[in-house]
């Protein structure tokens, strides 16, 4: 299993950020895939989920009604989009494939995409 | 929301020694525990699921241990390359899934 993220992005508060992660050596409509933050020197955060079978997602509490994850199964790429973006957004953002169809842990990573928010 | 805790938040052992590694849950999440190992720079790296399962790769002389509220990872015969970051994170109550605070194992 590889996930391949998009590359690290710059942006003013306020902007939004879209982020994709690329899965590949595996059937992409069988798992789901998370998206975890890390702020600078902090813990893992879980954004939500998001079924690469059905587009169902799960979101976590404190970023709804900011953040939206779709899947494009034609190029089997899940992406991560988080508005009105504040300086407490920066952080590095991982895609992780979970190998069931619902949320659980986290078997494959990607490499990571840092998103610094900034005036 | 689950809340996981680790402790200790810094553990020092010399290579060749045992880590001893705390994660406790607020709630009882069955066996649905995973550890990571994360060092800088790098993703997290998953290390044990189903509380006691080893992913693959991971050697034998890493086993986790516990079930409910209360979960152990071990790590024997301490390597230089074991010196990272360990977070455990449970996945039976969603959403959210949550993570611990991490436990950082250092070269004494």
């Known amino acids: 299993v590889q996930l391949v993220q998009s590359g690290a992005e710059v942006k003013k508060p306020g902007a939004s950020v879209k982020v994709s992660c690329k899965a590949s050596s595996y059937t992409f409509t069988t798992f789901g895939i998370s998206w975890v933050r890390q702020a600078p020197g902090q813990g893992l955060d879980w954004m939500g989920w998001?079924?690469?079978?059905?587009?169902?997602?799960h979101y976590a509490h404190h970023l709804q009604g900011r953040v939206t994850m779709t899947k494009d199964t034609s190029t089997s790429t899940v992406h991560m989009e988080l508005r009105s973006l504040r300086s407490d957004d920066t952080a590095v953002y991982y895609c992780?494939?979970?190998?069931?169809?619902?949320?659980?842990?986290?078997?494959?990573w990607g490499q990571g995409t840092l998103v610094t928010v900034s005036s | 929301e689950i809340v996981m805790t680790q402790s200790p938040a810094t553990l020092s052992v010399s290579p060749g020694e045992t880590a001893t590694l705390s994660c406790r849950a607020s709630?009882?999440?069955?066996?649905?525990l995973a550890w990571y190992q994360q060092k800088p720079g790098q993703a997290p790296r998953l290390l044990i699921y189903?509380?006691?399962t080893r992913a693959t790769g991971v050697p034998a002389r890493v086993s986790g241990s516990g079930s409910g509220r209360e979960f152990t990872l071990t790590i024997s015969s301490l390597q230089s390359e074991d010196f990272a970051l360990y977070y455990c994170?449970?996945?039976?109550?969603?959403?959210?899934?949550?993570f611990g605070g991490g436990t950082q194992v250092e070269i004494k």
């Open positions: 189903g509380a006691s």
């Open positions: 998001i079924s690469a079978y059905n587009g169902s997602t």
């Open positions: 992780a494939v979970t190998m069931y169809n619902y949320p659980c842990y986290f078997h494959s």
């Open positions: 709630q009882n999440v069955s066996s649905d």
């Open positions: 994170q449970q996945y039976n109550n969603w959403p959210p899934l949550t």
